[in-house]
């Protein structure tokens, strides 16, 4: 069981270029967030999905974009990189947002962006 | 936004001795989640609370939800090299459900041999 699987691990990128960081999850999860973790600072959300076909913002939204075109796949995407976007992203799952449910991380991407 | 505070902020300690730190917040929490961070992976969860007063253990690990449900604590015993990495508390406030989980800045943990 797979769990959470983020890609790429390592990436650099210049000012103004794009990328999209890839999440999947294979544990038939509803929910999907991608968090932002700076260093000293607890992690941030940037935008969640309850399902399919919806998401929101979350703390720090701005700069970036998702989609959620599947139950499995929740794809971050940077448009214009800038340099306050160097940060390590990770992706999370949970089944459902009750109290009683967890979140299960992917192991990060460390973006530069120079 | 809520904001969580975990102290210490690190802490360098002797292979056996026992670890303690907490977590702390302005406001009200229904769940108090504690994680282990290594380095160059993802948070993985050691403990999950749910009840105010509720005591949880995972092996070495125990973990209090504290009564007034605004704070939380982890306690390691006999402490071993591969405890070393980051601990965060993450909480999930009383109004608010599912996608707002709240993370603490992490208690970054070293032992010595």
């Known amino acids: 069981n797979a769990g959470v699987t983020q890609t790429p691990k390592f990436r650099i990128l210049k000012i103004g270029q794009s990328m999209t960081l890839q999440c999947a999850q294979d544990m038939n999860h509803n929910y999907m967030y991608w968090y932002r973790q700076d260093p000293g600072m607890g992690l941030k959300l940037i935008y969640y999905?309850?399902?399919?076909?919806?998401?929101d913002k979350g703390e720090v939204p701005n700069g970036y974009n998702v989609s959620r075109s599947t139950t499995e796949d929740f794809p971050l995407r940077l448009e214009l990189a800038a340099p306050s976007q160097t940060s390590v992203y990770f992706c999370?799952?949970?089944?459902?947002?009750?109290?009683?449910?967890?979140?299960?991380f992917g192991s990060g991407t460390q973006l530069s962006v120079l | 936004g809520q904001q969580l505070n975990q102290s210490p902020q690190s802490m360098f300690i002797q292979e056996g001795e026992d670890v303690s730190m907490n977590c702390t917040s302005s406001?009200?929490?229904?769940?108090w989640l504690w994680y282990k961070q290594d380095p160059g992976e993802g948070p993985v969860l050691l403990i999950a609370?749910?009840?105010?007063?509720e005591l949880t253990s995972n092996g070495r690990l125990t973990a209090q939800f504290g009564i007034t449900r605004k704070d939380s604590f982890l306690n390691i015993s006999a402490s071993i090299p591969s405890d070393v990495g980051i601990y965060f508390c993450a909480g999930q406030p009383l109004q608010v459900y599912g996608q707002n989980f709240v993370f603490g800045p992490g208690t970054r943990l070293s032992v010595l041999p």
């Open positions: 609370l749910y009840k105010a007063g």
């Open positions: 406001s009200i929490f229904n769940t």
């Open positions: 999370a799952s949970s089944y459902s947002p009750s109290t009683n449910e967890k979140l299960f």
């Open positions: 999905s309850v399902g399919a076909g919806i998401t």
